[in-house]
């Protein structure tokens, strides 16, 4: 595997880290940044007006993946958090009161906080916090969530009207004046971005895959939520899809063999992020698909910004075009058209305490998934952020009886 | 102190569960899920809102463990038990708001496995008022409208929301005189008994609710009362699953007076009547928007409610505040941190006690709040 993909992972890591790098010199200077969240954002509106985006979950996510977490988490409960709520706020409070944000710290104080509140309810809590401990004023984008098949006409003059606010905002912390044709120019650049996506995604659909779309998804994810609207994210692209064609050619994916195509419902267990993918690894199964990496937005199946029509485009992103704002039931057939459309053989649910967006109901999805439509599932549990939900013997054992069975299944039916 | 009739009789709907409102035969139940649903809407469609507010500890959880995991709070779970097990026949459909992630997949799961309900779901916005925000919350109540008219074959009219509205605001108006009978003198009506009164109006037509309610302000108001030495403390947080009675008992028997109490807070929503003018979809959403609660299912950077907490306690006279979130509700348990925060700051003592509504030992909580109560009455 160490041959595997190393530009695209070279290029996603460079591009990261020149990202944090900004922070870090923005927390000094003072230039102007934004907090705001993954899902279906809006950083195109913060790119027009050169606003630095602070995304603390990425940060938090960074901090599990490095084993850094717990402690923050612990230091968050003493203030009254509890072991109930999102760990991800958790090891954030507990970052910035560890003194990781501001002058003498890696991540910048905000020039303020936009709430881009799509889908999760977590997110007003979480920034509503952030807010009243750094003492930044908050900018609420209320997304109303889809609640029929398509957002209605008041529906997205709602949020284009709190988008033309947040243009006020944006003019005020800045002092420039807002251009639409930099925000045309920024929706081009996402869009040439969104493509690269989709290409990367549809190429999953090839024998062996040649990406875990779930494991290796994360090197896409961090370009397209935090360099989209920029050349960086275009260049970006142009590397992954150009290398996931060149392992088409050859007929070459993650693991030596592909012998399994999964599909990976909710988000990874960063702490243990490793040994997780290992104990897929070991039988060979290759998620080929996975509804984690769209909670930024679905470009897979077609959505593109439009530079023609920047602010509606962008209100129907937030509104309709992620992951996050859509009804479980909407999940359901995503995770449906995965399944056929990528020719999985099974759908793996990692359902974490934290994330109750996720994880809430998804013993319905496997009803929905193992009895209804007879598609092989396992649901398995931990954390995403917090390390002591995770049971790394009993992690084991539950995916490898489940790929024995599923081995046995596909034996029988090849006889 | 004695109980009286109208307590008697709140106490005989509350044990009679929803199984009377599904029998009715003048207008199918609605389901409305907490917090604040716009009841009027589903009354004026011909419907009787009820409260789809879990089970208490009255069923097992047989079907609904296997749907929603461990982590996630009781009112969830026996809400989606009480259908499985069939003990929402009669039920057209219910109602689901923009409260939490729980409650949002919790519609979802409702519509899969029960696709002969109604199942509808309301994004109450999550932001201040100004004129794109009442203009969206109308598009919304009007959506929810037209959805009824579908589903029902006949018309909503605005007459029929007007009516609702004056139906609705006479209970509301008669809690809140009794709220405010309480927060004076808490000897004269105990906190079960004002529970137990407010929450039979999950379960009865307005007008009925609006009877015993006008008896018990009587009754109370006749009771010979007196005054004993106990601390007055507000409750924060238990505005979506419901305590059982026991807790509040327990409660008041620990040395607690409850002066304020945010129990059933969608039913008794609004801090003033709705008005009755012309355009009654606007004023609901007006009111909502402006006369609402402050509540942790709603964000309102105009009336910050760790604020609104501190005005409460201080406009009640109350000594201290209980904390009282439902185990694993996020956002009973997320603002605790910030109504913390806040209670430091202005020195006002404050208790945790997490409850289940199946909970039914009461030993424990006892314990911490006698010895809560002793430290401030001695201090
Ligand atoms: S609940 Fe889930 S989506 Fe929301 S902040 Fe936490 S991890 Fe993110
Ligand atoms: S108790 Fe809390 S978490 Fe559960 S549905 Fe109600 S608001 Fe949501």
Same mark, same amino acid.
């Given at each position: 595997?160490?041959?595997?993909?190393?530009?695209?992972?070279?290029?996603?890591?460079?591009?990261?880290?020149?990202?944090?790098?900004?922070?870090?010199?923005?927390?000094?200077?003072?230039?102007?940044?934004?907090?705001?969240?993954?899902?279906?954002?809006?950083?195109?509106?913060?790119?027009?007006?050169?606003? %630095?985006?602070?995304?603390? %979950?990425?940060?938090?996510? !960074?901090?599990?993946?490095?084993? !850094?977490?717990?402690?923050?988490?612990?230091?968050?409960? %003493?203030?009254?958090?509890?072991?109930?709520?999102?760990?991800?706020?958790?090891?954030?409070?507990?970052?910035?009161?560890?003194?990781?944000?501001?002058?003498?710290?890696?991540?910048?104080?905000?020039?303020?906080?936009?709430?881009?509140?799509?889908?999760?309810?977590?997110?007003?809590?979480?920034?509503?916090?952030?807010? %009243?401990?750094?003492?930044?004023? @908050?900018?609420?984008?209320?997304?109303?969530?889809?609640?029929?098949?398509?957002?209605?006409?008041?529906?997205?003059?709602?949020?284009?009207?709190?988008?033309?606010?947040?243009?006020?905002?944006?003019?005020?912390?800045?002092?420039?004046?807002?251009?639409?044709?930099?925000?045309?120019?920024?929706?081009?650049?996402?869009?040439?971005?969104?493509?690269?996506?989709?290409?990367?995604?549809?190429?999953?659909?090839?024998?062996?895959?040649?990406?875990?779309?779930?494991?290796?998804? #994360?090197?896409?994810?961090?370009?397209?939520?935090?360099?989209?609207?920029? !050349?960086?994210?275009?260049?970006?692209?142009?590397?992954?899809?150009?290398?996931?064609?060149?392992?088409?050619?050859?007929?070459?994916?993650?693991?030596?063999?592909?012998?399994?195509?999964?599909?990976?419902?909710?988000?990874?267990?960063?702490?243990?992020?490793?040994?997780?993918?290992?104990?897929?690894?070991?039988?060979?199964?290759?998620?080929?698909?996975?509804?984690?990496?769209?909670?930024?937005? #679905?470009?897979?199946?077609?959505?593109?910004?439009?530079?023609?029509?920047?602010?509606?485009?962008?209100?129907?992103?937030? @509104?309709?075009?992620?992951?996050?704002?859509?009804?479980?039931?909407?999940?359901?057939? !995503?995770?449906?058209?995965?399944?056929?459309?990528?020719?999985?053989?099974?759908?793996?649910?990692?359902?974490?305490?934290?994330?109750?967006?996720?994880?809430?109901?998804?013993?319905?999805?496997?009803?929905?998934?193992?009895?209804?439509?007879?598609?092989?599932?396992?649901?398995?549990?931990?954390?995403?952020?917090?390390?002591?939900?995770?049971?790394?013997?009993?992690?084991?054992?539950?995916?490898?009886?489940?790929?024995?069975?599923?081995?046995?299944?596909?034996?029988?039916?090849?006889? | 102190?004695?109980?009286?009739?109208?307590?008697?009789?709140?106490?005989?709907?509350?044990?009679?569960?929803?199984?009377?409102?599904?029998?009715?035969?003048?207008?199918?139940?609605?389901?409305?899920?907490?917090?604040?649903?716009?009841?009027?809407?589903?009354?004026?469609?011909?419907?009787?809102?009820?409260?789809?507010?879990?089970?208490?500890?009255?069923?097992?959880?047989?079907?609904?463990?296997?749907?929603?995991?461990?982590?996630?709070?009781?009112?969830?779970?026996?809400?989606?038990?009480?259908?499985?097990? $069939?003990?929402?026949?009669?039920?057209?459909?219910?109602?689901?708001?923009?409260?939490?992630?729980?409650?949002?997949?919790?519609?979802?799961?409702? $519509?899969?496995?029960?696709?002969?309900?109604?199942?509808?779901?309301?994004?109450?916005?999550?932001?201040?008022?100004?004129?794109?925000?009442?203009?969206?919350?109308?598009?919304?109540?009007?959506? =929810?409208?037209?959805?009824?008219?579908?589903?029902?074959?006949?018309?909503?009219?605005?007459?029929?929301?007007?009516?609702?509205?004056?139906?609705?605001?006479?209970?509301?108006?008669?809690?809140?005189?009794?709220?405010?009978?309480?927060?004076?003198?808490? +000897?004269?009506?105990?906190?079960?008994?004002?529970?137990?009164?407010?929450?039979?109006?999950?379960?009865?037509?307005?007008?009925?609710?609006?009877?015993?309610? +006008?008896?018990?302000?009587?009754?109370?108001?006749?009771?010979?009362?007196?005054?004993?030495?106990?601390?007055?403390?507000?409750?924060?947080?238990?505005?979506?699953?419901?305590?059982?009675?026991?807790?509040?008992?327990?409660?008041?028997?620990?040395?607690?007076?409850?002066?304020?109490?945010?129990?059933?807070?969608?039913?008794?929503?609004?801090?003033?009547?709705?008005?009755?003018?012309?355009?009654?979809?606007?004023?609901?959403?007006?009111?909502?928007?402006?006369?609402?609660?402050?509540?942790?299912?709603?964000?309102?950077?105009?009336?910050?409610?760790?604020?609104?907490?501190?005005?409460?306690?201080?406009?009640?006279?109350?000594?201290? =505040?209980?904390?009282?979130?439902?185990?694993?509700?996020?956002?009973?348990?997320?603002?605790?941190?910030?109504?913390?925060?806040?209670?430091?700051?202005?020195?006002?003592?404050?208790?945790?006690?997490?409850?289940? +509504?199946?909970?039914?030992?009461?030993?424990?909580?006892?314990?911490?709040?006698?010895?809560?109560?002793?430290?401030?009455?001695?201090?």
């Amino acid at each position: 595997m160490a041959e595997y993909a190393t530009a695209v992972h070279e290029a996603s890591r460079k591009a990261m880290t020149a990202w944090y790098d900004r922070l870090a010199a923005a927390a000094k200077s003072g230039a102007p940044s934004a907090y705001t969240m993954i899902s279906g954002n809006c950083v195109e509106i913060l790119r027009a007006f050169d606003i %630095e985006p602070v995304f603390p %979950e990425v940060n938090a996510l !960074q901090l599990a993946i490095r084993k !850094q977490s717990l402690p923050l988490i612990l230091k968050a409960e %003493e203030m009254g958090y509890s072991s109930d709520n999102c760990a991800y706020v958790k090891a954030d409070a507990g970052f910035t009161f560890a003194g990781g944000v501001g002058k003498d710290g890696k991540i910048p104080t905000p020039s303020f906080i936009l709430c881009n509140f799509v889908g999760c309810n977590v997110y007003i809590k979480w920034f509503e916090h952030s807010a %009243e401990f750094l003492g930044v004023p @908050l900018t609420m984008i209320d997304v109303p969530f889809v609640r029929s098949d398509r957002p209605t006409d008041g529906d997205v003059r709602y949020v284009v009207s709190q988008l033309n606010k947040l243009i006020a905002e944006c003019e005020r912390v800045t002092g420039k004046k807002f251009d639409i044709d930099r925000l045309r120019e920024v929706c081009r650049l996402s869009a040439k971005a969104e493509d690269g996506w989709q290409k990367c995604k549809d190429l999953c659909k090839a024998t062996p895959s040649p990406m875990d779309a779930y494991f290796d998804a #994360i090197n896409l994810m961090g370009p397209i939520n935090v360099l989209r609207g920029t !050349q960086d994210a275009v260049d970006f692209f142009d590397v992954a899809v150009k290398e996931y064609e060149g392992l088409v050619a050859g007929k070459k994916g993650p693991l030596p063999q592909e012998k399994f195509r999964i599909v990976v419902e909710g988000p990874p267990p960063y702490p243990f992020y490793r040994q997780f993918r290992d104990l897929f690894a070991a039988w060979g199964a290759v998620a080929v698909q996975s509804t984690y990496s769209t909670v930024g937005g #679905i470009w897979e199946f077609g959505f593109r910004h439009d530079p023609k029509r920047p602010l509606e485009s962008i209100a129907e992103q937030m @509104l309709m075009e992620n992951l996050c704002n859509r009804s479980l039931l909407d999940r359901y057939k !995503q995770i449906r058209r995965y399944v056929d459309e990528w020719k999985a053989d099974a759908l793996v649910i990692h359902s974490v305490k934290s994330c109750r967006l996720f994880s809430a109901g998804q013993g319905d999805m496997r009803d929905y998934f193992a009895n209804e439509l007879g598609v092989p599932t396992l649901l398995v549990e931990s954390d995403l952020e917090d390390p002591r939900y995770y049971a790394q013997a009993m992690m084991k054992n539950r995916i490898d009886a489940f790929f024995e069975s599923l081995a046995h299944r596909k034996l029988i039916k090849r006889a | 102190m004695e109980s009286t009739p109208a307590v008697e009789q709140a106490r005989a709907v509350l044990t009679g569960g929803l199984g009377p409102a599904l029998k009715r035969s003048d207008a199918p139940a609605f389901g409305c899920f907490p917090v604040y649903s716009p009841f009027e809407l589903f009354r004026a469609a011909g419907l009787l809102p009820v409260g789809l507010m879990g089970a208490g500890g009255q069923i097992d959880i047989v079907h609904a463990d296997a749907r929603f995991q461990s982590f996630v709070c009781s009112i969830a779970k026996s809400s989606l038990e009480l259908a499985f097990q $069939k003990r929402l026949q009669g039920m057209e459909g219910a109602v689901f708001h923009s409260i939490c992630d729980v409650a949002r997949n919790l519609a979802s799961v409702f $519509k899969r496995n029960f696709p002969a309900m109604h199942i509808e779901y309301i994004h109450l916005p999550q932001n201040s008022a100004g004129p794109e925000v009442e203009d969206y919350l109308v598009s919304e109540y009007r959506r =929810v409208m037209a959805g009824l008219e579908a589903r029902l074959g006949r018309r909503v009219e605005d007459a029929a929301v007007s009516a609702a509205i004056r139906e609705y605001n006479r209970p509301r108006r008669l809690m809140r005189e009794l709220y405010a009978m309480r927060t004076k003198e808490p +000897e004269r009506i105990n906190s079960s008994e004002l529970f137990m009164l407010v929450r039979a109006g999950t379960m009865l037509p307005p007008d009925e609710h609006s009877r015993i309610l +006008e008896a018990a302000k009587l009754e109370f108001a006749a009771r010979k009362t007196k005054r004993m030495d106990r601390v007055r403390v507000v409750i924060e947080g238990a505005f979506c699953e419901q305590p059982p009675v026991g807790l509040l008992e327990t409660l008041e028997g620990a040395g607690c007076y409850l002066v304020e109490d945010d129990f059933c807070a969608g039913w008794r929503w609004f801090t003033q009547d709705v008005p009755e003018g012309p355009d009654p979809v606007r004023q609901l959403a007006r009111a909502w928007l402006e006369n609402g609660r402050a509540t942790s299912t709603r964000f309102d950077p105009e009336r910050p409610r760790h604020k609104a907490l501190v005005r409460r306690v201080r406009e009640t006279g109350a000594q201290a =505040v209980i904390f009282m979130p439902a185990k694993f509700c996020e956002p009973a348990l997320f603002d605790y941190v910030l109504y913390r925060r806040e209670m430091e700051k202005e020195n006002i003592p404050h208790l945790m006690v997490e409850f289940e +509504e199946k909970m039914w030992t009461f030993e424990r909580t006892r314990g911490e709040v006698e010895t809560f109560v002793e430290s401030l009455l001695f201090d």
